[in-house]
């Protein structure tokens, strides 16, 4: 069944009724695609502030403190990797105390407690959905596992002897998520520079 032609205008009332009537369509359709595209540079910003914002923790590691802190853990860490796998490997709680000897006779307690803040502030920034999640993990996972992992135990009795369970508790959240395979490459480097076994 075939169409009917659409009717020319007599009068030019009728006609002024058609102009308003597709004034009004193009007018809201303009309002929609606007809207829309507004919606979408407002998001593309916000994504470009939460990433901006996971990579300033970069800065925050490298500060001349933090990074003092993080060389004295390293340090303190690969110094003594004969004695950490050896404790590692135990069936029972050696690494336990081993590490809690090992941050005593360090001194490492403020290294800890400055370097674990930074890390936990950038976790809540991630929970809290002012970072980005994909940038920090892939900046960040890595270091901030192996720092939870390892200092696991010296966490766990600071927990105890502060009675405060939510010390460094953010990490664990933040530590779930595993960075995504990019390419060849499984993480970036967030920065630090690993000291070499001698």
């Known amino acids: 069944m075939a169409s009917a032609p659409p009717q020319i205008p007599t009068s030019l009332d009728e006609f002024k009724t058609r102009v308003d009537i597709f004034a009004s369509i193009t007018t809201t359709l303009g309002l929609v695609i606007g809207g829309g595209i507004g919606l979408y540079q407002y998001s593309e910003k916000n994504q470009a502030e939460r990433i901006k914002e996971a990579?300033?923790?970069?800065?925050k590691l490298?500060?001349?403190?933090?990074?003092?802190?993080?060389?004295?853990?390293?340090?303190?860490?690969?110094?003594?990797?004969?004695?950490?796998?050896?404790?590692a490997g135990g069936k029972d709680d050696s690494y336990s105390r081993w590490v809690l000897d090992?941050?005593?006779?360090?001194?490492?307690?403020?290294?800890?407690?400055?370097?674990?803040?930074?890390?936990?502030q950038l976790a809540i920034c991630v929970s809290a959905s002012l970072c980005d999640?994909?940038?920090s993990?892939?900046?960040?996972?890595?270091?901030?596992?192996?720092?939870?992992?390892?200092?696991?135990?010296?966490?766990?009795?600071?927990?105890?002897?502060?009675?405060?369970?939510?010390?460094f508790g953010h990490l664990a959240e933040f530590i779930a998520t595993r960075p995504k395979r990019v390419g060849q490459f499984a993480k970036v480097d967030g920065g630090a520079k690993q000291p070499q076994p001698k």
């Open 137 to 167: 993990v892939r900046f960040f996972s890595e270091e901030v596992r192996a720092f939870h992992n390892s200092l696991y135990p010296y966490i766990q009795e600071r927990r105890r002897e502060t009675n405060d369970p939510s010390l």
């Open 62 to 87: 490298a500060e001349p403190v933090i990074r003092k802190y993080r060389e004295e853990l390293n340090m303190a860490f690969v110094s003594r990797h004969a004695e950490f796998e050896a404790a």
């Open 102 to 120: 090992l941050i005593d006779k360090n001194k490492l307690a403020a290294s800890i407690h400055g370097v674990g803040e930074v890390y936990e």
């Open 133 to 135: 999640r994909a940038t």
């Open 55 to 59: 990579l300033s923790y970069r800065e």
